[in-house]
């Protein structure tokens, strides 16, 4: 297997990405996304692109579960590097944009950060202040771009102008969450632990340093945004049952642990993700 077919595998695993009410989103905007160029593999899931053109149109409030992945963002009015999150995410679509979204792989951002994870764990700062002047020279190209590969090119032609390398401890805190995304049976974080050979302690200070949040925490990301996807297929599903296979010792736990995150019952998520054509 070559280092391109193993970014291919890696990608396919549980990316939680959360996007509230998609099939109404997806009259809402068009989204793609792009693998990274090749010296990127290691520190990017992939590239994001989103178009959408509200002129004469209402403008849409899009919201977006919380995810453990940085995500440098280039668009008018909204370009930063937002930290991991513990809410939804919410931005208001207006008028005719265009722009690129940076996914990081979890665990890799320190490097770019040159601090812990966890000082911008919840906000965002602005691109320059991690990538330099030349921040500013990408995010017009991809506002100028004609195409998605000009937007790509020009985001990882950014990255690529300083090289990065990741740490022995970078690569473990990675290695960490991918386990999580690979085995819906790890619930705990001493499952975690034993999967990785790694100490309670350990593990808690690698996740705060390099993925910025606890263990805890990301092990309750994966298992509420696979509950949020399973609403979306099943519609109204037997919650008891669902809590079961998600792990959950009992529905009032997962149902107290959903709304939580998300700011909507079970219930109340399931019923926002159904097409509403009223809604353009």
């Not at 770019?112 to 995010?139: C, E, K, N, Y």
């Amino acid at each position: 297997m070559d280092e391109r077919d193993s970014y291919r595998e890696r990608v396919t695993h549980r990316i939680p990405r959360g996007i509230v009410a998609e099939a109404t989103a997806r009259t809402m905007f068009t989204l793609t996304r792009h693998p990274p160029a090749p010296p990127l593999d290691e520190f990017v899931e992939y590239h994001w692109i989103l178009r959408w053109d509200r002129r004469g149109r209402p403008p849409h409030e899009q919201r977006v579960l919380p995810n453990l992945s940085v995500h440098a963002t280039f668009f008018p009015g909204a370009s930063g590097v937002y930290g991991p999150a513990h809410d939804v995410f919410s931005h208001r679509l207006t008028g005719r944009v265009q722009g690129l979204g940076v996914r990081f792989r979890p665990g890799t951002f320190r490097a770019f950060l040159g601090g812990p994870v966890s000082d911008i764990a919840d906000r965002a700062v602005p691109l320059t202040d991690v990538f330099g002047p030349a921040a500013s020279a990408a995010a017009e190209s991809v506002q100028n771009a004609d195409g998605d590969a000009q937007m790509v090119g020009a985001i990882d032609n950014l990255l690529i102008a300083n090289p990065r390398t990741l740490s022995p401890a970078a690569r473990a805190a990675a290695a960490a969450v991918e386990s999580i995304a690979r085995d819906p049976g790890i619930i705990r974080v001493s499952q975690l632990c034993a999967d990785t050979g790694l100490t309670t302690r350990s593990i808690q200070r690698l996740f705060a340093e390099h993925v910025g949040v606890p263990p805890k925490w990301a092990i309750r990301i994966y298992r509420l945004n696979d509950a949020a996807q399973r609403l979306v297929t099943e519609g109204d599903p037997d919650y008891a049952g669902l809590a079961v296979r998600l792990g959950y010792s009992d529905q009032s736990h997962f149902i107290r642990d959903f709304r939580t995150v998300t700011g909507q019952s079970p219930t109340q998520y399931a019923r926002a993700a159904e097409p509403d054509s009223d809604r353009t």
